[in-house]
């Protein structure tokens, strides 16, 4: 028998052919056609399928989730926003704050480098030099997809974090800042730890540095990302913290 209104298909079927629609398109354009809808569009199995369908969670998937609909969006959001972390593209997307000694420098990972770094992506990195060396980037969440309602009301966890290491030859010191600022760069959170001494004949090995910013006040529409700084024994060259694979994600990471 032909159905002759959309509507008059099963709820489930309906529900199958929302699963394969945009999300935002569900949002702003199908849950304002009619009641019935809205109604299905609202449903928590809605989004728990979309989510299975796109992989944001497994079959098994046994964690507690408050909204999935939120938790749907915030998946798909979900990446890193900063741009050029590993120095592939040089120091587009980033501002040289302060460019002291002989300046920033991009170098290439090399033999024992690359076997002990975790990622085997990584195939750079930026240096410092014997006086300061700073860079930084802002994120606008805004233009990352992150609308305002959802950072105020949902407020998820923003994971911030950073790898560094020295030279084994030359002592040094790394710094990282990381702001979470207002509509008018006013500052509602900072993350600052003290900065890593490195003593000369070290280990060199890579370390991570990690943080993450929960419960903060409503209102953070820009993420302020600084990081470097300088060797300690002022040689010319580069022989100061090489800083590479930085990374700002918010929300649940996927499975």
């Not at 945009?22 to 056609?33: G, I, K, S």
């Not at 302060?98 to 240096?127: A, C, I, M, T």
């Not at 040094?172 to 990381?178: A, H, P, T």
């Not at 000369?200 to 006040?217: C, G, I, L, M």
Request: net charge negative.
């Amino acid at each position: 028998m032909a159905v002759g209104n959309i509507n008059e298909l099963p709820e489930n079927i309906l529900l199958e052919l929302f699963t394969h629609l945009p999300a935002r398109q569900l949002l702003l354009h199908c849950r304002l056609v009619c009641s019935l809808w809205r109604d299905l569009i609202d449903l928590v199995t809605l989004w728990k399928r979309k989510c299975l369908r796109e992989g944001f969670i497994t079959e098994d998937w046994d964690q507690p989730v408050a909204d999935w609909k939120i938790f749907y969006f915030l998946r798909s959001l979900h990446r890193n926003l900063l741009h050029n972390p590993c120095a592939e593209d040089g120091f587009e997307f980033w501002s040289l704050d302060v460019n002291g000694g002989d300046e920033w420098k991009v170098e290439d990972l090399s033999g024992d480098q690359k076997k002990e770094f975790p990622n085997g992506q990584v195939k750079k990195y930026f240096v410092t030099s014997y006086y300061t060396c700073l860079k930084s980037q802002v994120v606008d969440l805004k233009a990352e997809g992150y609308w305002e309602e959802l950072m105020d009301t949902t407020r998820p966890d923003i994971e911030v974090k950073d790898w560094f290491a020295a030279r084994p030859d030359c002592g040094s010191k790394y710094q990282l800042c990381v702001q979470l600022l207002s509509s008018a760069h006013a500052p509602l959170g900072t993350f600052q730890p003290d900065p890593a001494m490195i003593q000369q004949k070290s280990d060199a090995k890579w370390r991570e540095v990690s943080h993450t910013f929960s419960n903060y006040p409503p209102g953070v529409r820009y993420i302020w990302f600084q990081h470097g700084s300088v060797d300690t024994h002022y040689w010319a060259g580069w022989y100061g913290p090489r800083v590479t694979n930085s990374s700002i994600t918010i929300g649940p990471p996927l499975p």
